[in-house]
Structure formats: structure tokens, C-alpha cells
């Protein structure tokens, strides 16, 4: 009996080895998501850095140069989307569309989308961006880096590429761009995955935590916008929420809906884009130019003007329409950079005017309600915008209201725009995708 209890035992050790040991799939697919999330950690932290050096270098230029981003800036675009063009045709734009395109397309299609090169080639063009003034953020790009590296790491470990890690990765770069690692989850269900596996649940809520330790760790526990005491009575915050998700829903819905004609509609304009795109690019790059020498306000991510708005300071009344046209021509120039902070920008420029229109209620509490609505009204991720504001600004005891207002915004901005604007961009994409693949 114990000689075949043994047996029984050696049998059942040697099936557990090949099953979960070192050489197993299983223990591959865990090594590949654990170390892939590490490497999205630090890859988010160090292109987190890198961004602030570049704009801090830009802001620096101007400052001793008022006049000279009116060369620079247009041909920065025009260098940039030529560039993106002849060497990484797949970088181009914000990095969510590809992601959620290659979600849809098999791994050898979808791979494409989500290759390492291409992703380091739209890092360092995004930087480009923030070097010439252009009016771009560092997330979108992140969420495509942090697929990119995920998806590097299952082939290098010869574990099959799934949809699920693609959503992992992307999740856990919102998580480490933001510190956020809730909007991470609730972006990866919102927007990323087209219909939310069961089985993805352990994928992403393990990368989002271990990507956030690894930034948690490297850059301490921060506020992204700092914290706010952001609080209003009953009535006035229905009131609030009530115009705040109506307007910005509806300048959100623009928004969205003219950045979507510009990538898929057929007229003067667009036609004229495909046929001239560098030049084009630098006719974008002119207007950005000419907002930003004008106002000062709107290069970059306008990070300072919009925090300085949501700690209660002041700002011109023209901000939210500067940022909206300036964040508009380059979106639709065609270089790459994300619309995620230059949206939350413009949104608290809408939130400014809606303080003038409630003068009597906390600044900082109104700026948040217009902040949430338009940012809802752009990527139609009601629960992503409110999770993702509490968590930038420290404010999660305002989170009602938050959700009342983008709620309204999200079913005003499809009054204005029926297709979400990430995965009417994905389309694109998809069929880029399919038309590059030989045979």
C-alpha cells in the first residue's frame, strides 16, 4: 500500500510540474502578466517624466521667445506627422483606438497595432509634441505603450496573445499614469473591452495593482491635480450638476463629433488632409500656434491653468474655447498624443464659466461638476470620468454629484455625437490593420 501510495504521489508531483512548474503555460502566462506589469510601471513613470521635461522645456523657450512657436510649432507638426507617417503608420492619434482595435482582430493582425517599436516610436514623437507646443497629453499614448510591452512580453515567453492582456496592459497604464488604479479597472470595462469577460477580472485588477505598486513605490502617494475639499448643499449641486452635464455634455459631444467627421467624413477639408497630410499637420500646428501666443494658456496639457481652476483660482472666461479649438486641430492633424489631460484641461475651463454663471457656490465644487461633464461628454465613460476625477483631485465624498453630472452629459453628448469617439476612431485602425496584412 505505501509503495503504491508513493507511486500514486510521484505521479501526481510530476503532473503538477508539468502543469504549473517553470516550463508550464500557466506559470509563463503568470511571469508574463506580473513582469509585464512591472515594466508598464516603470515605463509609465519614466515617460510621466520625460513629458514634464519636455514641456517644462518648451515653456521655457517661449519664455525668452514669444513669437517663436509661430515657426516652430507648425513645422513640428508637419516634421512629426511626416515621421509618424513614413516610419510608424499605426502611431498616430491617441493609442486607445489601436488598443481597442486590436482587441477585436486576431493575434497576428491585432499585433500590428500594439507592436513595441511602433509604441516607442509614438513615446518619442509625443514628446516631440510637447516640445512644439502641441496640445497633447501623455495617456492615451501610455495605454498603447503598456499594451505594446504586455504583449512583448507573452511572445518573448512564448505564451498566446489574448484580447484580455491587451485590456490588462491598457488598464494598468491608466492606473500608472494617473495614479489611479481605480479609473484603471473602470476604463478597462468601459472602454477597452468590448464585452467584459469574466475571465478578464484577475488580468486587470493584477496589473493595475501591480503596475500602481511599482509607481507607488518609485514616486510616493500623490494627488495628480492635488487635493480638494470640493463640497456643495443638496439643492445647489442638482442645480449645478443639472447645467454643468447638459452644456458639457454637449461641447463634449462636439467634440467628439468633429473629430470624428474630420477621420471619417468626405469633405473639402478632409479630403484635402488626405491628399496634402503634411501639410495639412501644418496648418494645425499654425492654429495651435496662434491660440497659444495669444493666450499663453494653451500649450501642452495646460496642467497649471486647469489645476490653478480647480484649487479655486481665477482664469479668462475664453480658456475653455482656446483649449477646446487648440486641443481640436491637433487631435485631428494626425501626430500622435493623447486627448485624456487636454480634455480634463478644457473641461475645468468649462467648469470656469459655469462658476460665473454660480458665483454664489465653491468655485472649486463647480469647476470639478464642468470638469466631469465635458471629459464624459468626450469619451462617453461616465463611470471612468467620475472615478478618474475623484481620484485626480482627491475629492471621493463628491462623487454624487460628480455621477449626477456626467450621467446628464453622457445622454446629451448622444444627442450631438451617436458614436463614442475611441471606438469610432478604432475603425480605422481596423481597417489599416486588415489592409497591411499580406495576402
Known amino acids: 500500500m505505501s509503495r503504491t501510495g508513493r507511486r500514486w504521489t510521484m505521479r501526481r508531483v510530476r503532473a503538477l510540474i508539468r502543469h504549473s512548474g517553470p516550463t508550464s503555460l500557466l506559470f509563463r502566462r503568470r511571469l508574463a502578466l506580473m513582469g509585464g506589469a512591472i515594466l508598464v510601471g516603470l515605463a509609465a513613470l519614466v515617460f510621466a517624466w520625460a513629458a514634464d521635461e519636455s514641456s517644462e522645456a518648451f515653456e521655457q523657450l517661449t519664455h525668452r521667445l514669444p513669437l517663436l512657436p509661430l515657426l516652430l510649432t507648425p513645422l513640428g507638426f508637419a516634421g512629426i506627422a511626416w515621421i509618424t507617417r513614413r516610419y510608424a503608420p499605426f ?12 482587441t477585436r482582430l486576431p493575434e497576428q493582425i491585432g499585433g500590428r497595432l500594439v507592436d513595441l517599436r511602433t509604441a516607442l516610436l509614438k513615446v518619442a514623437l509625443t514628446l516631440a509634441g510637447l516640445l512644439v507646443g502641441a496640445s497633447v497629453g501623455r495617456e492615451g499614448p501610455t495605454v498603447q505603450i503598456s499594451a505594446a510591452i504586455l504583449a512583448r512580453v507573452h511572445s518573448v515567453l512564448q505564451v498566446p496573445l489574448r484580447a484580455s492582456v491587451m485590456v490588462a496592459g491598457g488598464a494598468a ?36 495593482i501591480i503596475s500602481g505598486m511599482v509607481s507607488l513605490g518609485l514616486a510616493g502617494d500623490y494627488v495628480y491635480f492635488g487635493a480638494v475639499a470640493a463640497h456643495l448643499p443638496l439643492g445647489s449641486a442638482m442645480v ?34 488626405r491628399a496634402h497630410p503634411i501639410r495639412f499637420a501644418a496648418c494645425c500646428g499654425a492654429v495651435v500656434a496662434l491660440i497659444g501666443v495669444l493666450t499663453g494658456l494653451t500649450w501642452g496639457t495646460s496642467y497649471a491653468p486647469a489645476r490653478h481652476l480647480i484649487t479655486g483660482g481665477q482664469e479668462p472666461l475664453w480658456f475653455a474655447p482656446a483649449k477646446f479649438i487648440s486641443t481640436l486641430a491637433t487631435s485631428i492633424s494626425g501626430i500622435p498624443g493623447g486627448i485624456f489631460a487636454p480634455s480634463l484641461a478644457t473641461g475645468a475651463g468649462f467648469g470656469n464659466l459655469l462658476r460665473w454663471m454660480f458665483p454664489e457656490q465653491q468655485g472649486s465644487a463647480v469647476v470639478l ?54 471606438h469610432g476612431l478604432s475603425r480605422n485602425f481596423l481597417d489599416r490593420a486588415k489592409a497591411a496584412q499580406p495576402g
Open 240 to 273: 449645478v450638476a443639472l447645467f454643468a452635464g447638459v452644456l458639457g455634455g454637449l461641447s463634449g459631444g462636439l467634440f467628439a463629433r468633429l473629430a470624428l467627421a474630420a477621420a471619417t467624413s468626405r469633405n473639402r477639408l478632409t479630403d484635402f488632409s
Open 369 to 422: 461638476l464642468g470638469m466631469v461633464a465635458y471629459f464624459t461628454g468626450v469619451v462617453r465613460a461616465p463611470l471612468t470620468a467620475v472615478i478618474i476625477i475623484s481620484e485626480t483631485t482627491g475629492s471621493r465624498g463628491f462623487m454624487l454629484p460628480l455621477l449626477g453630472a456626467a450621467l446628464v452629459a453622457d445622454g446629451a453628448a448622444q444627442r450631438i455625437c451617436k458614436e463614442r469617439l475611441y
Open 173 to 208: 497604464g491608466v492606473a500608472a499614469a494617473f495614479n489611479t488604479p481605480l479609473a484603471g479597472i473602470s476604463f478597462a470595462i468601459e472602454e477597452l473591452a468590448s464585452a467584459y469577460e469574466q475571465r478578464m477580472t484577475l488580468l486587470v485588477i493584477t496589473a493595475v
Open 91 to 102: 502611431a498616430g492619434g491617441s493609442g486607445i483606438p489601436q488598443v481597442i482595435a486590436a
